[in-house]
């Protein structure tokens, strides 16, 4: 069974950072562009970052643009989100994704595989 599995989460006041990681297993990590999605309470699940095989192509919701970075390491199955300028706006649960095509989007309908969230809560 694939899995995917997000840590990193937690509460931080506003301006603060946080690293979110994803340990991917069971599938062939580097032939899939991975990414990240977010959902806050009563919206819509939203793409955050997205990047491919091997990091030549990444992007970014304009809202986190400048302040979010996206990497992976393929060596240890895993991609990361490193947030800065943290706002409450960005309180969400956030979660990792699979895309079933060689695309780097942010639509939900491009993603076969989700991991299980991690919270993120920005608030003084």
């Known amino acids: 069974q694939l899995q995917l599995v997000e840590s990193g989460g937690g509460l931080v006041q506003p301006g603060g950072s946080l690293r979110l990681s994803c340990d991917a297993s069971r599938f062939t990590f580097d032939n899939y562009v991975m990414g990240w999605f977010r959902q806050a309470p009563g919206k819509e699940r939203e793409g955050v970052s997205c990047?491919?095989?091997?990091?030549?192509?990444?992007r970014y919701a304009d809202s986190v643009k400048g302040r979010f970075t996206i990497s992976r390491d393929n060596a240890k199955n895993t991609v990361y989100l490193q947030m800065n300028s943290l706002k409450p706006d960005d309180t969400a649960l956030y979660y990792c994704a699979r895309y079933r095509h060689n695309i780097c989007s942010n639509l939900v309908r491009d993603v076969d595989y989700w991991g299980q969230g991690t919270q993120v809560t920005v608030s003084s």
């Open positions: 990047i491919s095989f091997h990091g030549g192509i990444i």
